[in-house]
C-alpha cells in the first residue's frame, strides 16, 4: 500500500511539472489586400493564411482576419484581446497598407480614403495601441509588420495637408518603434522610413523567409530574424532590408530542439563524465540581449561583463564587425614570470569596479619570535577605457533636421520626414540661413545645423504664397480675377439691391440744337471720367452723374 501512495505521488508530481513547463501561445494574424480606393496587393491575403497555417502547426492558438473594414478590424482585435487572457506568449501578425503620420504608425483598413487627418482615427488602428494591449497581457510578445508597401492612398492626405496645414509630416513606409513594455520584439519588413516589395511569387519576400525559417529546431528568434534579413537582403538584392527591435531578457523559440535519441554505449565502454560547471542564466541573457541591439557598445558591454564568458568568442567576432572606432584598449593582466606568456586582459568599465587583488602575505616560521609578514603587492592602478566615438548616424539627423525647418516655416514646397538631403531640403536650409547666418554647411545635415534650427523656437522664415494667392493674415487664399473684381465693383452689395432708391433731383437734359422742346429721350453718352453710369429705377434706364463736389444726380428719360 505503501509503495503505491509514492507511485501515485511521483505520477502527480510528472503531469504537474510537464502543466507548468507547457507556455499557452496566443496569435492574431490580418491580411488586408483588397482596398476599395486603390489598387489590390497581391500578397497579403497569402501571406496571412500561410503564416496562421504555420503557426497552428507549431502550437499556437490562431485568429485569423482577411481584408478587414473599420468595424471589422476593432471588433477583431476585441476577439484577440479576450483570447490574450492568462496566455504566455502573444503574437501578432500585419500584412497591407500602413503609414505613419508626425511618426506615430497606423494600420488601415479596407475601406479607408484617407481624404482628411480628420478621418484617420476612423479609417485606421493605431499600432502603439495594440502593442500595448498585448504588453498588458502577455508575458512575452512578438510583432512582425510586412506593411511597408507604397501606399497611394496617402498620395490623397499629402494634398490635403498641402493645403490646410504644414505642421503635420507624413513619412515614407513606418515609423521606429521603442518597446516600452517586458520582453517585447518588433520586427520590420524593411528598416524604418524605408518601402518593401510586395514580390513576384505568392508571398512577399519578408513572409517567405519567415516561412522557411520560424519552424526551425532550436532557433533563437532573434537568431531567427537574422537569417531572415539575410535572405531578404539577397533576394532584393540589399535594397529592403528588415530590421528588429527588442528588449527581450529571455530567449524563445518557435520550435525547441529535439532531444538526440542515440542508444548508450555498453557500461564498460562509459568514459568517466568530468563534472561541468554549470551555465550562468545571467551571461545567457546578457549576451540574448547584447545580440538583438547588434551595435558595438552592447557587445562590449558584455565582453567587458563576462570576459570569460559563454559567448565571448561570438562577442569578439561582432565586436571586429561592428566597431568601425577601432578596437578597446586592453593592458596586460599582471602575472608571475615563470606562469608563461601575459594573456590581455579587458578593462572593465567605470561603473563595475575592480576585484581586489587579496594580498600575499609570508606566515612567521614556527618559533621566530619577530617574523615579520610580507607586506602585499599592489595591483597596477587600473586606467579606465576611453569610450569609442560613435559617429552621427547622418540619416537620422537629417530626418530630425527636416522637422525643425518645417516648424520654423522655412520648408516653402514642403519636405518629407525621411533623412533623404535632396534639394528641397537644401532649399530650406538654405532659406533659413539667409535670415539666421549661423549654417556653415547646407549641402549635408549636419549636428550643428540641427543645434542652430533647434534654438529659433519661434517662426523663422515668412510665409511664402503660390502664384495665384495672396496672403491674408497668416493664411494664403486664391486672388479674384480682373473681371470678377470689376464684375462685383459695378454691381451693388447684395443687401442693397432691393432697398428703394433715396429721392433725387432730376433735371432736364438741355434742349439739343433743332428741337422745339425739352425731351428726354435723347440720354448723353457716358463719360466716366466725370462720374457718369447707368443705374435701373424699376425697369427704367436712367443715368446717374456725380460731379465732384456736388450730390448725385439721377436723369431719368
Known sequence: ???????????IGCLAATHAVAERRVALVIGNAQYAYTAALPNPRNDAQDISELLKKIGFEVTVGLDLDQTSFARTIDTFARALEGADVGLFFYAGHGLQINEKNYLISTGAKLESTFLVPSETIELDAIIRLMESKAGTNLIFLDACRNNPLTDNLKRTLAVVSRSTTIGRGLARVEPTGRDTLVAFSSAPGQESA??????????AALLRHMPKPGLEVSVMLKEVTADVRRETGNAQRPQQLSDMSK???FVKAEPAMTAPPPAAAIPPIAPS???????VAFWQSAAATNECESIRAYIRRFPTGNFVDLARISERRLC?????????????PSSGPVAPMLIPAPATPAAPVPAATTQPAPGTKDALATPAVAAPPVVPAAAPVVPPDPIDIGRKLQKELLRVGCAASGIEIDGNWDAASRDALRSFNERTRSVAVIDRPTP??????????NRVCPTTCEAGTELRGNACVAIP???????HASRPPEHERDRPLRAQRVEPVPQRSGSQSQSYANVPTLDTRKGESWIYVGKQRCKTFEPPGAPQRIICP
Not at 568601425?324 to 608571475?336: C, D, F, H, N
Not at 550643428?448 to 523656437?457: D, F, I, N, T
Open 1 to 11: 500500500m505503501r509503495w503505491c501512495l509514492v507511485a501515485l505521488l511521483g505520477v
Open 198 to 207: 510586395d514580390g513576384r511569387g505568392r508571398n512577399s519576400p519578408f513572409t
Open 251 to 253: 530567449t524563445f523559440y
Open 277 to 283: 560547471e554549470p551555465v550562468d542564466p545571467v551571461d
Open 324 to 336: 568601425k572606432a577601432g578596437p578597446e584598449i586592453v593592458t596586460a593582466s599582471p602575472q608571475p
Open 448 to 457: 550643428e545645423a540641427l543645434e542652430a534650427v533647434r534654438s529659433h523656437r
Open 481 to 487: 480675377k480682373p473681371q470678377e473684381r470689376s464684375r
